[in-house]
């Protein structure tokens, strides 16, 4: 990787779950079958190839220790081109063949030595940059801390650096070493999306870092400063390379070596306390002529479209303290083993699969550039690029480069790839590798988003050597490549471009800069960014009215059961609260319930073969027993409907445990999880497989119909939760009617011993589960308020959460913080006085628990007005932080949602991540999502959400106060800036009658 590049961008539940929020526990769209994805049946041939096959690594080891360093113009790398160029042929690929550019200047590294002299000597570790000139001989002089951080601070040392050593940068602290988070990539806020017609681009880093290195060696040439050392900002002796030229191989103006942290530090501390000298000496010598290098090229052509291609590549040069094994002989010798795999298979790709190792990317992509140069006039017959170049890690996943227009198509590539175990796609940018060069010549250029694995350490330094490579990784990344092209080839139609122009705003590129400048005119104050920062701070202000809030609702009000008087008490209040803060149209919408339902106590005890007392509570809308009943227990295990067949004749007058004990996994961050994972906030069963709606409800219906036919004395469901935690349910009962027979959740720990005890003979069990039904219909209500909108208030932009909750604690944390996050992001907005275009609404459903009842009530009471409503936002996973939003699919309006919540992600106190398009029921999103409006929610930390989800453990001392405000500010800035857009937010195509959910 091109650290001159990089360095500048751094700069820059489950089916045992049954009635338990079942939405939560899917991820990606259940798999489609072959005839959907028609590659799908090669790609495990190709993954079992590379898995027990693979060259890769014998291919890395001759590579690094029979040939070694590459450095551009040497003839390390010639020996390389040509030996790769054989193994291609060796592989059986076609059109093999070096494509010759040229490098102006080759520089040659002689030695390097150099050693504090005052005010104690001390010897240090250096090694010269590359294209660096070397020393007239030994120099000695004084270092200077060159501290200017703009052009105008130059002055300053003007007249005062003839024949200094200068240092420019701040040491990297190293003690303690710091954690390396392989997932940061995913976590961190999001990236600035691309600018928008009008406006200024996002340019490349590496522009602004180039300039500003020209400026300063400039200067230092005009002033004679006799050497630059740098820090290597490594540890334990670890070196670090790039080169200083300022154009294409030119000689650097001013000789300059890296150093070790350790002797960088040296020099520092030494500064506090007086004059340092430095004597240093590097004798490099430069080629009188230009010498030609080569990207080593090579197909497998298209047995359909030859003409059209599928670009794999890494570079194959490297820098030469070392071996240049992690960077890039690795993505190199993956793209050779993919190639090998493909062709040893005869696999027939309708499109022509070209692999392409590059040369002289460490110096600025030039190879990758040239190769774009030489190949213009089919730039058009390129479906992507992808590229391997972050080391030995293994592909966590595909970074997209803004391709928004692609992430669609690409979801299709990736979905037969679960082996992968890839996460979610990421429109993240990278400026410091070949995919690059195409991207910016519009062909969609993508890049591997790897685990650091101690890339941070073997990177352009002396320990990049082949002992580093780690063997399973290596072939996933050749897995990677290989299978993606393939599929990539195999798709009906070129990968789209994005939109022109690529680079809005900007002026074209000059011979003299080779890019994209910046347009003259100064950015305009932008006021929805202005208004963003104002609501944020708000907020912040109304922090304590938030909490005194949610403390009344969850303290005073209690537990808000769907029906009962502490529900209609909290409805009535909110529906004030809005009227007191001089909301518009602040009101109650009635919808109509069965049967309200009141908990009674549930208790029960085994009989035999060993006494004891079981730990039970009813389960929603369950009738009583009417008094203990007693009965022998029989377990039904199942996973689908067709499982329940032979339970028939079985359960008559028994007590039924539903569902055998599976082993299970705790919840983990949505943002690490697989892309065909099971992304759930809850405890699931390990190795679920995606949650899919319709066979869901084919499973429930069968199973309530089977226990309708044999009515068994009572049906009871173990807690998913430990040490004593329950959960809660309506098993058994849909739309408020009384569930069939009497059932009560156990906890775990009970339920896992009933499981033993049957393993071993006859369990008898005796039950008093109590719950009361009212026998009548009854009202409930969503409270409704809004700030209507002053150019389109008939179109709509909704916030919303829950305000029901389950009993067994008092849903401070289900929902009652998403309720109270709403309210506060409605009073911040009031407060302000904003004037959105668009209506903003505030709505809090009621009988979410039992099914999304409130939401779907409102979407069939607002059938006529849903064209109108650009999108809904629900906070409904708990009190854990806002992490981001996800959008279930929504790929048209991706982009457009970057740009609305990119406020969010640049706020310090929020940093929102990339949004996600998982397809992801379970809450009041998702009526509206199914109506086809824009229903998306907000993806928290889980922040023990699994323990506290219908729970007793649901109260107000597991809220977490500073993450709740966050949830207010993206709630109230996402409503802001979604009313504020140009257009309503596109919608998701229309889905075929038959496939709609029922």
Same mark, same amino acid.
């Given at each position: 990787?091109n650290t001159r590049?990089?360095v500048?961008?751094l700069?820059?539940? &489950?089916?045992i779950?049954?009635?338990?929020?079942a939405?939560?526990?899917s &991820?990606?769209?259940?798999?489609a079958?072959?005839t959907?994805y028609?590659?799908?049946?090669?790609?495990?041939?190709?993954?079992a190839?590379?898995? #027990?096959?693979?060259?890769?690594?014998?291919?890395?080891e %001759?590579?690094?220790?029979?040939?070694?360093a590459r /450095? +551009?113009?040497?003839?390390?790398l010639k020996?390389?081109n040509e030996?790769?160029k054989?193994k291609f042929?060796e592989y059986?690929l076609?059109?093999?063949?070096?494509?010759?550019?040229t490098? &102006?200047?080759?520089?040659t590294?002689?030695? &390097?030595?150099a050693?504090?002299?005052a005010?104690?000597e001390?010897?240090l570790v250096?090694?010269?940059?590359a294209w660096a000139?070397?020393?007239?001989?030994?120099?000695?002089?004084?270092?200077v801390y060159f501290?200017a951080?703009?052009?105008k601070?130059?002055?300053?040392?003007?007249?005062? /650096?003839k024949?200094?050593i200068?240092i420019y940068?701040?040491p990297?602290t190293?003690s303690p070493p710091?954690?390396?988070?392989?997932y940061r990539?995913?976590?961190?806020?999001?990236?600035?999306?691309?600018?928008?017609?009008?406006?200024l681009p996002v340019g490349?880093p590496?522009?602004?870092?180039?300039?500003?290195?020209k400026d300063?060696?400039t200067?230092?040439?005009?002033?004679?400063?006799?050497?630059v050392l740098?820090?290597s900002?490594?540890p334990?002796g670890?070196l670090n390379?790039?080169d200083?030229?300022?154009s294409r191989?030119?000689?650097g103006?001013v000789p300059?070596? !890296?150093?070790?942290g350790?002797?960088y530090r040296?020099?520092?501390r030494?500064?506090k306390?007086?004059?340092?000298?430095?004597?240093?000496?590097m004798? #490099?010598?430069f080629g009188n002529k230009p010498v030609?290098?080569?990207n080593?090229?090579a197909?497998l052509?298209?047995?359909?479209?030859?003409?059209?291609m599928?670009?794999i590549g890494?570079h194959l040069?490297s820098w030469?303290?070392?071996?240049g094994?992690t960077?890039?002989?690795t993505?190199?010798?993956?793209?050779?083993e993919a190639a090998?795999?493909l062709a040893?298979?005869k696999l027939?790709?309708?499109?022509?699969i070209?692999f392409v190792l590059f040369?002289?990317e460490?110096?600025?992509l030039?190879?990758?550039?040239?190769?774009?140069k030489?190949?213009v006039?089919?730039?058009?017959k390129?479906?992507?690029v992808?590229?391997?170049d972050t080391?030995t890690?293994?592909?966590?996943?595909i970074?997209?480069?803004? #391709?928004?227009q692609?992430?669609?198509?690409?979801?299709?590539?990736?979905?037969?790839?679960p082996?992968l175990?890839?996460?979610?796609?990421? $429109?993240?940018r990278s400026?410091g590798?070949?995919?690059?060069?195409?991207?910016?010549?519009?062909v969609p250029g993508?890049f591997?988003?790897?685990d650091p694995?101690?890339?941070?350490l073997?990177?352009h330094s002396?320990?990049?050597?082949?002992?580093?490579?780690?063997?399973?990784?290596l072939n996933?990344?050749a897995q990677?490549?290989?299978?993606?092209?393939y599929n990539?080839?195999?798709?009906?139609?070129l990968?789209?471009?994005r939109?022109?122009? %690529?680079?809005?705003?900007?002026?074209p590129?000059?011979? +003299?800069?080779g890019?994209a400048e910046?347009?003259?005119?100064e950015?305009?104050p932008?006021?929805?960014?202005?208004?963003?920062?104002k609501?944020?701070?708000?907020?912040k202000r109304?922090?304590?009215t938030?909490?005194a809030d949610?403390?009344?609702?969850?303290?005073?009000i209690?537990?808000?059961?769907t029906?009962s008087?502490?529900?209609d008490?909290a409805?009535h209040?909110?529906e004030?609260q809005?009227k007191?803060?001089g909301f518009? #149209?602040?009101?109650?919408?009635?919808?109509?319930?069965?049967n309200?339902w009141?908990?009674?106590?549930?208790?029960?005890?085994?009989?035999?073969?060993?006494?004891?007392n079981?730990?039970?509570?009813?389960?929603?809308?369950s009738?009583?027993t009417?008094?203990?009943?007693?009965g022998?227990?029989?377990?039904v295990?199942?996973?689908?409907?067709?499982?329940l067949?032979?339970?028939h004749?079985k359960?008559?007058g028994?007590?039924v445990?539903?569902?055998?004990p599976?082993?299970m996994?705790?919840?983990?961050?949505?943002?690490t999880t697989?892309?065909d994972?099971?992304a759930?906030?809850l405890v699931?069963?390990k190795?679920?497989?995606?949650?899919?709606?319709?066979?869901?409800?084919k499973?429930?219906?069968a199973m309530?119909?089977?226990?309708?036919?044999?009515k068994?004395l009572?049906?009871?469901?173990g807690?998913e939760?430990?040490f004593?935690? $329950?959960?809660m349910?309506?098993?058994l009962?849909r739309?408020?009617?009384?569930a069939?027979?009497?059932?009560a959740?156990v906890?775990?720990?009970?339920y896992l011993?009933?499981w033993?005890?049957?393993e071993?003979?006859?369990?008898?069990v005796e039950?008093?589960?109590g719950?009361?039904?009212? *026998?009548?219909p009854?009202?409930?209500?969503?409270?409704?308020?809004?700030?209507r909108g002053s150019?389109?208030?008939d179109?709509?932009v909704i916030?919303?959460?829950?305000?029901?909750s389950w009993?067994? *604690?008092?849903g401070a944390?289900d929902?009652g913080?998403?309720?109270?996050?709403v309210?506060a992001a409605?009073?911040?907005l009031q407060?302000?006085?904003?004037q959105p275009?668009?209506?903003?609404?505030?709505v809090?459903?009621?009988?979410?628990?039992?099914? /999304?009842?409130?939401?779907r009530?409102?979407v069939k009471a607002h059938a006529?007005?849903?064209?109108k409503?650009s999108?809904v936002?629900?906070?409904?996973i708990g009190?854990g932080?806002v992490?981001?939003v996800d959008m279930m699919?929504?790929y048209?309006?991706?982009e457009?949602?970057?740009?609305a919540? %990119?406020?969010?992600a640049a706020?310090p106190?929020?940093g929102?991540?990339?949004?996600s398009?998982r397809?992801?029921?379970?809450?009041?999103?998702?009526? !509206?999502?199914?109506?086809?409006?824009p229903g998306?929610?907000?993806?928290q930390d889980?922040?023990?959400y699994?323990?506290?989800?219908h729970?007793?453990?649901d109260t107000?001392?597991?809220?977490r106060w500073?993450d709740?405000?966050e949830?207010?500010?993206?709630?109230?800035?996402?409503?802001?800036?979604?009313a504020q857009?140009?257009?309503?937010?596109?919608?998701?195509p229309?889905k075929p009658?038959?496939?709609?959910?029922?």
């Open positions: 990787m590049r990089s500048a961008f700069l820059s539940a &489950a089916l779950l049954i009635g338990v929020r939405g939560f526990a &991820a990606l769209p259940a798999p079958p072959d959907a028609p590659y799908a049946s090669d790609d495990g041939r190709i993954l190839e590379i898995q #027990n096959n693979s060259e890769a690594m014998a291919n890395l %001759y590579l690094s220790d029979s040939i070694g /450095l +551009s113009g040497t003839a390390g020996r390389a030996w790769t054989q042929i059986g076609t059109n093999v063949h070096l494509e010759a550019w490098v &102006a200047r080759p520089w590294r002689g030695t &390097a030595r050693r504090i002299t005010p104690a001390h010897p250096i090694a010269s940059a000139p070397g020393t007239p001989g030994v120099v000695h002089g004084q270092v501290d951080k703009e052009k601070d130059f002055e300053k040392f003007r007249g005062k /650096l024949g200094a200068v940068q701040e990297t190293l710091q954690p390396v988070d392989p990539s995913f976590t961190r806020p999001m990236q600035r999306p691309p600018a928008r017609i009008g406006e490349d590496y522009e602004a870092f180039l300039q500003a290195e300063r060696d200067f230092w040439k005009e002033e004679g400063v006799a050497a740098r820090d900002a490594k334990e670890l390379m790039t200083i030229s300022l191989y030119a000689e103006l300059t070596a !890296f150093m070790t350790e002797g040296m020099i520092w030494l500064m306390h007086g004059p340092v000298t430095v004597e240093i000496e004798t #490099n010598t030609e290098v080569y080593t090229v197909d052509r298209g047995s359909e479209k030859p003409d059209e599928v670009i890494g040069d030469d303290l070392a071996t094994s960077d890039n002989g993505g190199s010798m993956a793209v050779l090998r795999a040893k298979l027939k790709p309708k499109r022509t070209r040369a002289g460490e110096q600025g030039y190879g990758s550039e040239e190769y774009v030489a190949h006039n089919e730039l058009e390129i479906s992507a992808l590229v391997h080391g890690g293994r592909v966590r996943a970074g997209m480069h803004d #391709n928004y692609d992430r669609e198509l690409m979801d299709q590539v990736l979905t037969p790839l082996e175990k890839l996460l979610e796609p990421s $429109m993240a400026y590798t070949d995919h690059l060069s195409f991207d910016d010549a519009g993508f591997c988003m790897q694995a101690e890339y941070r073997t990177h002396q320990t990049d050597t082949f002992d580093k490579v780690w063997k399973d990784d996933q990344g990677v490549l290989a299978a993606w092209a990539t080839a195999q798709l009906p139609t990968l789209p471009r939109p022109l122009p %690529y680079n809005p705003g900007s002026k590129a000059t011979p +003299s800069t890019g910046a347009a003259s005119p950015a305009k932008d006021p929805v960014a202005e208004m963003d920062t609501i944020i701070e708000q907020l109304d922090e304590a938030l909490k949610l403390t009344y609702l969850a303290d005073r209690g537990p808000r059961l029906g008087s502490q529900l008490r409805s209040w909110t004030q809005f007191k803060a518009a #149209n602040a009101h109650l919408e009635s919808w109509t319930i069965a309200s009141t908990r009674e106590s549930a208790t029960g005890r085994i009989v035999s073969p060993a006494e004891q079981l730990t039970l509570a009813s389960g929603g809308w009738p009583s009417n008094g203990a009943v007693r022998n227990v029989v377990g295990s199942y996973r689908t409907a067709a499982d067949e032979q339970y004749g359960l008559k028994a007590i445990l539903m569902g055998a599976r082993e996994e705790l919840p983990e961050n949505w943002l697989p892309w994972g099971v759930s906030p699931h069963p190795n679920d497989q995606p949650f899919i709606n319709n066979d869901f409800m499973l429930r219906e309530t119909k089977l226990v309708d036919e044999e068994p009572a049906v009871l469901y807690s939760k430990d004593g935690l $329950m959960n349910s309506s098993p009962s739309q408020y009617a009384p069939v027979v009497p059932t959740y906890e775990r720990e009970n011993q009933l033993r005890f049957m071993q003979g006859a369990v008898e039950v008093n589960i719950g009361k039904l009212s *026998g009548k009854m009202d409930v209500y969503n409270t409704v308020a809004e700030i150019e389109k208030p179109e709509v916030v919303g959460g829950h305000l029901d009993d067994l *604690g008092t944390t929902d913080t998403g309720a109270m996050a309210l409605a009073r911040a407060k302000l006085g904003v275009k668009r209506t903003i609404r505030f809090m459903f009621t009988g979410e628990e039992q099914g /999304l009842n409130g939401s009530a409102y006529a007005e849903l064209p409503i999108a936002l629900v906070h409904d009190t932080k992490l981001t699919g929504n048209a309006a991706r457009t949602i970057d740009h919540l %990119y406020p969010l706020a106190t929020v929102l991540s990339e949004p398009l397809t992801v029921g379970g809450s009041d999103h998702v009526p !509206f999502d199914e109506a086809g409006v998306f929610f907000c993806v889980i922040a023990d699994d323990k506290t989800h729970s007793q453990a107000l001392e597991h809220v500073g709740l405000t949830g207010a500010q993206v709630l109230a800035v996402f409503a802001y800036n979604v857009l140009p257009d309503l937010l596109p919608r998701k229309a009658a038959a496939t709609q959910p029922k």
